[in-house]
C-alpha cells in the first residue's frame, strides 16, 4: 500500500536502549547499564565496542526476548551467563550465586592480612559456589594452590569451567562436600561466603525467585552454617592461617560470637560502604 509504514523499518540501537532503559526502570537500579548489557549480549559484541559503534548499530531482533526476561526480574547475570569479579570473568548459571561486589571486600581483606613476602601456599573456599572466592584469590597469588568445596555438583561444575576460563585450572581443585567435612588437609587462608538468611526474610524478586536457595538461606536465625563452620574451622587451620567470612550486614555480633565462643579471635571488616560485611577469623 503506498504511504504505509514500512513493518520492519529497523530500529536504531539508541533508541532500543531507551525504550529498554525506560521499561527497565520499575525492575532495576540500573537500567540503562542493564540495558547496554543486554543488547551487547545479543550483538555478540563487548559494552565497549558497542557504545563506541552505537550510531551505526540496529537493535538486534533478540533483543525484546531478552529484555523480557530481565522484566521478569531475572539477574543480567544468568540472561547473559556471565559476571566480572575482582579481575576475572566468570561464567555464572542459575546453579551458582551470582558473584557480588560486597565479597570482593573478602579479597581485599586476606590480601592486606599477607602483606609483603608472606603469602598464603594452601587456600580452601568452603562454598565455591562459581569458584568465584578462590579463583579471585589464585590470581591474586601465582604461586598458591586452592581447593574449592560446593555440595551442589552443578556448581562445582560451573567453579571447574571457570578454573579452565581463567587458567587455573592446574592450581584450583574444586570437589563435591559438606562444608570442610572429612578434609584431611590444613590450609594457610580460608574463604567462605556460605548462605546467611533467615529462612523467613523477604528478598527481593531477582533474588528470591532466580537465585538458589541452598545458597542464601541458613535456618531461623541464618547462623546454621557459622556455627558448623565454627566447629570445623580448627581441624582446617595451619598454624598462623586465617579464615574469612562474609556476613550479612546485622550479624558481625552474633556471627562474631560462635567464632568467640569456639576459641577463635575475630576482627570485623568494613566493606566500602561501611558496614562489617566479613570476620577475619583466626
Ligand atoms: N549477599 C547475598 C544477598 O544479599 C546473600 C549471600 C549469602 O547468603 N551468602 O542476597
Same mark, same amino acid.
Given at each position: 500500500? $503506498?504511504?504505509?509504514?514500512?513493518?520492519?523499518?529497523?530500529?536504531?540501537?539508541?533508541?532500543?536502549?531507551?525504550?529498554? =532503559?525506560? *521499561?527497565?526502570? &520499575?525492575?532495576?537500579?540500573?537500567?540503562?547499564?542493564?540495558?547496554?548489557?543486554?543488547?551487547? %549480549?545479543?550483538?555478540?559484541?563487548?559494552?565497549?565496542?558497542?557504545?563506541? +559503534?552505537?550510531? /551505526?548499530?540496529?537493535? #538486534?531482533?533478540?533483543?525484546?526476548?531478552?529484555?523480557? /526476561?530481565?522484566?521478569?526480574?531475572?539477574?543480567?547475570?544468568?540472561?547473559?551467563?556471565?559476571?566480572?569479579?575482582?579481575?576475572?570473568?566468570?561464567? !555464572?548459571?542459575?546453579?551458582?550465586? !551470582?558473584?557480588?561486589?560486597?565479597?570482593?571486600?573478602?579479597?581485599?581483606?586476606?590480601?592486606? *592480612?599477607?602483606?609483603? &613476602?608472606?603469602?598464603?601456599?594452601?587456600?580452601?573456599?568452603?562454598?565455591?559456589?562459581?569458584?568465584?572466592?578462590?579463583?579471585?584469590?589464585?590470581? $591474586?597469588? #601465582?604461586? $598458591?594452590?586452592?581447593?574449592?568445596?560446593?555440595?551442589?555438583?552443578?556448581? !562445582?561444575?560451573?567453579? *571447574?569451567?571457570? +578454573?579452565?576460563?581463567?587458567?587455573?585450572?592446574? *592450581?584450583?581443585?574444586?570437589?563435591?562436600?559438606?562444608?570442610?567435612?572429612?578434609?584431611? +588437609?590444613?590450609?594457610?587462608?580460608?574463604?567462605?561466603?556460605?548462605?546467611?538468611?533467615?529462612?523467613?526474610?523477604?528478598?527481593?524478586?531477582?533474588?528470591?525467585?532466580?537465585?538458589? +536457595?541452598?545458597?542464601?538461606?541458613?535456618?531461623?536465625?541464618?547462623?546454621?552454617?557459622? /556455627?558448623?563452620?565454627?566447629?570445623?574451622?580448627?581441624?582446617?587451620?595451619? &598454624?598462623?592461617? !586465617?579464615?574469612?567470612?562474609?556476613?550479612?550486614?546485622?550479624?558481625?555480633?552474633?556471627?562474631?560470637?560462635?567464632?568467640?565462643?569456639?576459641?577463635? $579471635?575475630?576482627?570485623?571488616?568494613?566493606?566500602?560502604?561501611? %558496614? =562489617? /560485611?566479613?570476620?577475619?577469623?583466626?
Amino acid at each position: 500500500m $503506498a504511504g504505509s509504514v514500512e513493518p520492519d523499518e529497523p530500529v536504531k540501537l539508541a533508541d532500543w536502549l531507551r525504550m529498554a =532503559t525506560a *521499561r527497565l526502570a &520499575p525492575v532495576s537500579d540500573t537500567p540503562r547499564l542493564d540495558a547496554e548489557l543486554l543488547a551487547a %549480549h545479543a550483538l555478540a559484541m563487548s559494552r565497549e565496542a558497542m557504545l563506541l +559503534a552505537l550510531p /551505526r548499530l540496529v537493535a #538486534p531482533p533478540e533483543g525484546e526476548a531478552l529484555l523480557a /526476561r530481565r522484566l521478569d526480574h531475572e539477574p543480567i547475570a544468568y540472561i547473559t551467563g556471565t559476571r566480572d569479579f575482582w579481575t576475572l570473568s566468570l561464567r !555464572v548459571t542459575p546453579d551458582v550465586l !551470582v558473584p557480588r561486589p560486597d565479597s570482593e571486600t573478602l579479597i581485599e581483606a586476606a590480601i592486606a *592480612r599477607f602483606e609483603g &613476602p608472606e603469602a598464603p601456599q594452601q587456600i580452601l573456599d568452603l562454598g565455591t559456589g562459581s569458584g568465584a572466592l578462590l579463583l579471585a584469590a589464585l590470581d $591474586a597469588w #601465582p604461586q $598458591a594452590r586452592g581447593l574449592g568445596i560446593d555440595v551442589s555438583p552443578a556448581a !562445582v561444575d560451573v567453579a *571447574r569451567e571457570n +578454573a579452565a576460563r581463567c587458567g587455573m585450572a592446574d *592450581r584450583a581443585e574444586f570437589r563435591l562436600g559438606n562444608w570442610g567435612g572429612g578434609l584431611a +588437609a590444613r590450609f594457610d587462608l580460608i574463604l567462605c561466603n556460605p548462605p546467611y538468611i533467615a529462612q523467613d526474610a523477604l528478598l527481593p524478586r531477582e533474588v528470591h525467585a532466580h537465585e538458589p +536457595a541452598g545458597a542464601l538461606f541458613a535456618g531461623v536465625d541464618g547462623l546454621d552454617a557459622y /556455627r558448623l563452620l565454627a566447629d570445623q574451622l580448627g581441624s582446617l587451620l595451619a &598454624p598462623g592461617g !586465617v579464615a574469612i567470612f562474609e556476613i550479612g550486614f546485622d550479624q558481625a555480633e552474633s556471627a562474631a560470637a560462635l567464632f568467640l565462643a569456639a576459641g577463635f $579471635a575475630v576482627a570485623p571488616v568494613r566493606d566500602l560502604s561501611g %558496614h =562489617t /560485611r566479613a570476620l577475619v577469623v583466626k
